[in-house]
């Protein structure tokens, strides 16, 4: 079973997701950086150039081969689970764990990035906000776990996700 990491961009996935990897000794893959070795270049540069549907088309095929799996960690792309043909291939194959911060630290950790909007024509400000208000609900309804990562360290995060981890396993 794969535990993936979910939640807005600017969320902690990738940062605490290697390290709860190192720390239960489990393969780790970034859905991000997936993407920019498939195509060679930055999938920013596949947004310019192609939209945000090549982006999503691609993000599937990549959905599907994490769904097979097996004892992994692995960091989704901050709009993933927004996709319910996503989710369709992910649900049954492993935990979600849905990271989250407040907007105004998301934008703090996310400002230095430059990355391409989802809703065009917006500040980024505009744009992490827009995201969260209009899919929270589907983030939280994805996720088995929630785990706020405002406030904490990525150590304080690790240790106490693979406490909660390893508690969920065991109960189930």
């Known amino acids: 079973m794969n535990i993936y990491f979910c939640g807005m961009i600017g969320s902690g996935k990738t940062t605490i997701g290697k390290g709860l990897a190192k720390a239960l000794q489990l393969d780790f893959y970034d859905l991000d950086q997936e993407m920019d070795r498939i195509l060679g270049y930055s999938f920013h540069k596949l947004v310019e150039d192609k939209g945000w549907l090549a982006f999503r088309e691609l993000e599937y095929s990549i959905c599907k081969n994490f769904a097979q799996l097996k004892n992994s960690i692995i960091c989704l792309g901050g709009g993933t689970v927004r996709y319910e043909w996503n989710m369709d291939i992910l649900r049954g194959t492993g935990l979600i764990i849905l ?10 950790r996310v400002k230095p990035a430059d990355r391409p909007r ?50 969920y396993f065991k109960r189930s």
Do not use: F, P
């Open 99 to 108: 990271l989250t911060a407040s907007t105004e630290e998301l934008i703090r």
């Open 118 to 167: 989802v809703n065009v024509g917006t500040t980024l400000e505009d744009d992490i906000r827009m995201m969260w208000q209009s899919s929270k609900k589907k983030y939280t309804n994805a996720a088995d776990i929630v785990y706020q990562t405002d406030q904490k360290t990525i150590e304080e995060g690790i240790r106490e996700l693979k406490k909660m981890v390893l508690d």
